[in-house]
T-cell receptor, first 114, second 115 residues
Framework: GESVGLHLPTLSVQEGDNSIINCAYSNSASDYFIWYKQESGKGPQFIIDIRSNMDKRQGQRVTVLLNKTVKHLSLQIAATQPGDSAVYFC?????????????FGKGITLSVRP | DAGVTQSPTHLIKTRGQQVTLRCSPKSGHDTVSWYQQALGQGPQFIFQYYEEEERQRGNFPDRFSGHQFPNYSSELNVNALLLGDSALYLCASNALVWDSSDTQYFGPGTRLTVL
């Protein structure tokens, strides 16, 4: 079957430190992977995505790494800020002709200590 | 540029009732997907609409149905509500391109409580 899962349920980091959130997936046929951030009472907010033919992509303060050999995805947040506190989801985008769907993991809570 | 909007924000129903949730996609988007998010869980895909047709469906019973209108807005209908249907219902939109897709952007969700 296909599944996207996260290794740890919670992560606590000191403000200013770098955060690394890890994710494992099982479907090697996925087209690309997305990281979403969800704050309390809000819908998931797109952070960054990466295509299956790439192994690294950088955004503003964030980097996503994809290791297809071990089916592992990670999100790195540089200089973590209090506003980064939220639940983070990795999602797999399985695209076929004419439609697409997202498969989410359970989420990991990032808590930033002042 | 308005993002994805959903209504209502909160809803309370009793078992056996029917509910309709509404979604307006982000400007320029033609594809709408619906997700159910139980407390403490990741969103689960319900179905996706494109060109007013259901294109793909997740593992949800027929009590869950939908519709897409010519202006790309969409409704999610749930019949014969069960306690287990209590969740946050999320709408996401994207511009679907042949054999590819843009990023899905989510609305704020509708919190449904079934008593």
């Amino acid at each position: 079957g296909e599944s996207v899962g996260l290794h740890l349920p919670t992560l606590s980091v000191q403000e200013g430190d770098n955060s690394i959130i890890n994710c494992a997936y099982s479907n090697s046929a996925s087209d690309y992977f997305i990281w979403y951030k969800q704050e309390s009472g809000k819908g998931p907010q797109f952070i960054i995505d990466i295509r299956s033919n790439m192994d690294k992509r950088q955004g503003q303060r964030v980097t996503v790494l994809l290791n297809k050999t071990v089916k592992h995805l990670s999100l790195q947040i540089a200089a973590t800020q209090p506003g980064d506190s939220a639940v983070y989801f990795c999602a797999e985008n399985k695209v076929s002709v004419g439609n697409s769907k997202l498969t989410f993991g359970k989420g990991i809570t990032l808590s930033v200590r002042p | 540029d308005a993002g994805v909007t959903q209504s209502p924000t909160h809803l309370i129903k009793t078992r056996g009732q029917q509910v309709t949730l509404r979604c307006s996609p982000k400007s320029g988007h033609d594809t709408v997907s619906w997700y159910q998010q139980a407390l403490g869980q990741g969103p689960q895909f319900i179905f996706q609409y494109y060109e007013e047709e259901e294109r793909q469906r997740g593992n949800f019973p027929d009590r869950f149905s939908g519709h897409q209108f010519p202006n790309y807005s969409s409704e999610l209908n749930v019949n014969a509500l069960l306690l287990g249907d209590s969740a946050l219902y999320l709408c996401a939109s994207n511009a679907l391109v042949w054999d590819s897709s843009d990023t899905q952007y989510f609305g704020p969700g509708t919190r449904l409580t079934v008593l």
